[in-house]
Each structure stands twice: as C-alpha cells, then as structure tokens.
C-alpha cells in the first residue's frame, strides 16, 4: 500500500495575501480574451467550426469562449479512439498512470491553480472561495487518493487461500471498452473525476462536459495532457449530450457510464443502455449520481445559533447549486421563534454580485434556464396560501442571473418547494410542534424521492440516534449538528440512493471498484499426471 495522501490545504485569499492577487490577475487576463475551445480526439485538436459561445453568468454580455461542438463523426471518431488506446494504456502499468495523475494533482496545486480556479469562478460564477475547494483542492484529492486507492486493489483483493501445489491470485482488470463520462457544470472537481477515476485503472473514455462549463473544463482538459495523458485516453466532446449517448450506445465497446446530473436524464439513460444490451460485448457498469433535496432537521434542544450558520451557508453558498445543498428544513416553532429574525438579518448582509468582487459571498445562478426555473418556484410559492415568502424573493436578468437567497415558510409538509429539487437559493421550511418531532421524522423520510445528504441538529445524543435510526435510508451524506453540504475527499465519500443515485462513493475505494474486472488466476504447480481418482479402485 502506498503512503495515505493528505488533505490538500485551502488557500484563504484574504486582503492583501500573495494569492488574492495573482487570482485577480489571472481573472482579468482571461476576461481579456475569447478563446476558441476545439474537441481533443486522439489527442488532436479538432476545430469542427459548428460553435457556440460561453459567457459569464454574472455578466451574460461577456463571452470568454467559442466551443467547437462535436458531431457524429467526431463522436464516432473519439469512441474508436478509446477503444484503440487501450491496449497501450493498459500496458504501461497503474504506476505509470498513477504518476499522470499525481503530476495532474501537482500541476493543480501548482501553477495552474490560479488558471483553473479563474476559469471556474468566471464560467461558473463561483466566489474566489468556492472555486478554491472546488476546482483546486477538492480536484487534487481526488486524483492523489484515487491513486492511493487504486494501488492497494491488488494486495487487498488476492485469494485468502492457495493449497499445496497451488497458487491462487487475482488479476486486476479495468473494464474492456471504453467508458463514458456525461459530467455536470457545478464542480469542476467532479467534471475531472468522472472520466479520470476510471482511467487510473486502466479504463479509456469519452468526456462529454456540461455545455455549462466548457471553458473550466477545458483548461483541465489541457491540464492532464501537459502532465502526459496519452493520445485517446480521455476524448473531450463538447456536444450534444442525447447524440453522443446514441453514438456510444451504437458502438458493441462500450463498457459503461459515469454520471452526474438530473434524476430523469439518469433514468432515461439506463433505459437506453437497456435497451441497447444486445449490441454490446458486455453489460455496461452505470454508476450515477443524481439528484438532492437536502434536508435539514432541527430537534428544539438543538444549538440554535449552530442551526442559523447551516442554514444559511448549506442553503445559499453557490447561490444553492450543490447537489447537496440545505432546500428544505424542518423546524420546531419554538426554534423557529428564537432564530427566525436573526437569521433573516443575518441573510440581509449577504452581498451578491461579480464573483472578482471578494466582499460578495453570492454570484449569479448559471444561465437563463436556470433562472427562470427557479424564479417560477418563487412565483408559485408566493401565489399559494399555504406559503410565505419572509425574505428575498427578488430576481434580475439584466445583468447576470442573480436570484436573492429566499425563505419559504410553509404549512404544507408536502408543499411543491418542499419536496421538489429546485438548484438554486431557496429554502423552504416546516414548522412543526415540538412534541412532534418524531412524527416530523417520518415525514421527513417520505417527504421527497431524494436520498442524497441531510443533517439532524440536536444537542441530546438520544435525539440524535432517533433521527439517525428513522432517517437511515433518507441520505447517503448524514451530517450531525452540521450543514449537509461540504463532503471531502476521504473524509466523506460522496453520493446517495433512492432518487439520488447508484451511492458508489466518489472520494473512496468504493467508486473506483466499479470500473475493474478481475480475473482469478489459478496457477498449477504440482501437475496431476494421472487422469484416475482413488474413489475409482475396485473393491477386494
């Protein structure tokens, strides 16, 4: 087993630091060019000259990229790619890929850190600290733990038992076929993760990011192949995400997916795969990580002060666009009474703006879809009488897709913002009883389809089991007198079930098991020379 990694450090930024410095110089230097993003298919740059531009959510007039988009025959063209790097990249051995990898991490932490971090606070309207863990730290403990991980597969999983005569071992084999990656716009850390933690086990891919993070992800893109990412390894395809799933699908290669986004684009993708089976040489492994309504349970014993900063920060740090943000709590009235104006005052101190702006601890939601989704949320809610909205509900477009952080307060347990996901700023809360809170567990539990993170807030240890008990299966990230969000690499694996995904872990062991294929070897070493068995001698 190889050395256990550490946590990589978060930079501060603060006033005057060396790095809060170089991140704005590196921010204005990306803003004063348009750069032209291509696809990388076989390691080559291919310009397909069908494009699009990226712009900057908190400044929508402000384009910082033209992608080239990928069609059928650079869809085509990427998945033979994969399939033909293969062999080599297997070849070379895991300590070879890891040392790619280790060296991505240390470009990262390096470097690039302020280039990957600019791009993602400018195309993914991230605040200088929310880029850091994200796109920085969190993408460098993936990659060094992953290794770490990825080398004790083959002491870990050798047969307990090898007979006289006989040695037993187990081989430890990526998947044949290639994988592919359909990645999400909010982290760029897992953007990376999704296509590379299958490649360090010898896996090759087909990267399709978000056409909300082109411009981050391609500079990761490049990261990789300055620190030596073969030819075809990874095949980046800015593209139509329903066109390259047909094109991947059709080819008898492929060998699985590795996925992060909506519940339905999910569902409806492991039902193309369903149907795709008897085309393809194996059955695809599909690893997937969905959709949240993260919830937040407060008992009245709870530290009320403790309660307000979760609610605030896991409800409306990246204006709400964590798939494990706080969106819905349940509060006792009583709770409710003490914080609800001071949190309320506290939330009217938040300033929104330009992510260059440091002194903003909110930006702007992604893009005009978005925008309008979760404004539509708003507007319903304030139209209901079972609703209350008692701060923000404000919105504007003209500028950037800034949306205030919202309360919702509501007397419907089963209220639309209560149980649906919405991705943005908006809280909604239920007020219960006091003497009803294990009732309010239960509801809780059948409230949503979702079963991603939660958290229960209780100073009494009996109270914190009860929830942990009833809530059992209600989240894959379960945080005790905490916000549900801010998962580390290694301390937390992340990922949930239910509506929420496959629950394979990324940040642990676990995930990167799906992408092997073992093979038990059994090596003879006293060959039998004789075909007969004692049982076979005649009796006297």
């Known amino acids: 087993m190889s050395e256990q990694p550490t946590n990589e450090p978060i930079l501060g930024y603060a006033p005057g630091s060396s790095e809060r410095q170089s991140l704005m110089e590196e921010m204005d230097r990306q803003m004063s060019e348009v750069i032209e993003i291509p696809c990388i298919i076989n390691g080559q740059e291919v310009y397909t000259g069908t494009t699009t531009t990226q712009v900057i959510p ?88 992953n290794c770490h991980y990825a080398r004790g597969f083959h002491d870990d999983f050798q047969p307990l038992v090898s007979p006289e005569g006989v040695l037993n071992t ?111 040489r194996s059955y695809p492994r599909i690893v997937g990580e969905t959709g949240g309504k993260d919830f937040v349970v407060a008992h009245p014993d709870c530290d009320r002060r403790g309660l307000l900063v979760a609610l605030l920060r896991g409800a409306f740090e990246y204006q709400g666009q964590k798939c494990s943000a706080a969106s819905r709590a349940y509060i006792p009235r009583s709770v409710w009474d003490a914080i609800s104006a001071d949190l309320i005052s506290e939330i009217g101190k938040i300033k929104m703006g330009d992510a260059r702006d440091f002194t903003n601890f909110m930006t702007a939601v992604i893009d005009k879809r978005a925008f309008d989704k979760i404004s539509g949320y708003i507007e319903r809610a304030s139209q209901r009488d079972t609703c209350e909205i008692v701060c923000g509900g404000g919105y504007d477009d003209s500028v950037g897709y800034f949306i205030q952080p919202t309360i919702i307060v509501t007397t419907d347990s089963d209220s639309e913002s209560m149980i649906e996901e919405i991705f943005g700023p908006v809280l909604t809360v239920y007020l219960y009883d006091d003497e009803d809170f294990e009732n309010v567990l239960e509801v809780c539990d059948k409230a949503s389809p979702y079963a991603l ?23 894959g990230n379960f945080y005790i007198n905490d916000k549900p969000t801010g998962a580390v690499v290694a301390q937390q694996p992340f990922g949930g079930a239910r509506a929420s995904g496959t629950n394979d872990k990324a940040g642990g062991p676990l995930n990167l098991l799906r992408w092997i294929s073992p093979r038990s070897v059994k090596r003879t070493l006293d060959i039998p020379q004789d075909w007969t068995y004692p049982f076979m001698g005649a009796d006297e």
């Not at 990656?181 to 982290?187: G, L, Q, R, Y």
């Not at 896996?203 to 990261?223: A, D, E």
């Not at 993170?453 to 989240?475: C, D, M, P, W």
Request: with cysteine.
């Open 58 to 145: 908190h400044n929508h007039g402000h384009v910082i990229a033209r992608v080239h988009l990928a069609g059928r025959e650079e869809m085509e063209a990427a998945c033979e790619a994969a399939v033909n790097a293969q062999g080599e990249w297997i070849g070379i051995g895991l300590e070879a890929r890891c040392e790619i990898f280790e060296r991505c991490a240390d470009l990262l932490a390096g470097d690039w850190r302020m280039r990957v971090n600019a791009a993602t606070m400018l195309n993914q309207s991230k605040t200088a600290f929310q880029a850091e863990i994200d796109a920085a730290c969190e993408l460098i403990d993936f990659w060094r733990f």
């Open 453 to 475: 993170t939660g958290s229960i807030f209780s100073s009494s240890e009996e109270n914190v089991q009860k929830a942990y008990e009833a809530l059992r299966f209600t989240a």
């Open 170 to 280: 187990t081989d430890i084999r990526p998947l044949e076929g290639f994988v592919l990656s359909i990645t999400p716009f909010n982290f760029s850390s897992i953007a990376a993760n999704l296509p590379s933690a299958p490649a360090i086990v010898g896996c090759t891919g087909v990267w399709k990011p978000s056409r909300n993070s082109y411009h981050s992800n391609y500079v990761l893109m490049q990261l990789m192949m300055e620190a030596g990412l073969p030819p075809g390894v990874i095949n980046f395809l800015p593209g139509s995400g329903a066109e390259i799933t047909e094109v991947a699908l059709s080819n008898p290669d492929f060998a699985g997916l590795h996925f992060t986004g909506s519940t339905a684009t999910f569902q409806g993708l492991w039902q193309e795969i369903g149907l795709a089976l008897p085309g393809l």
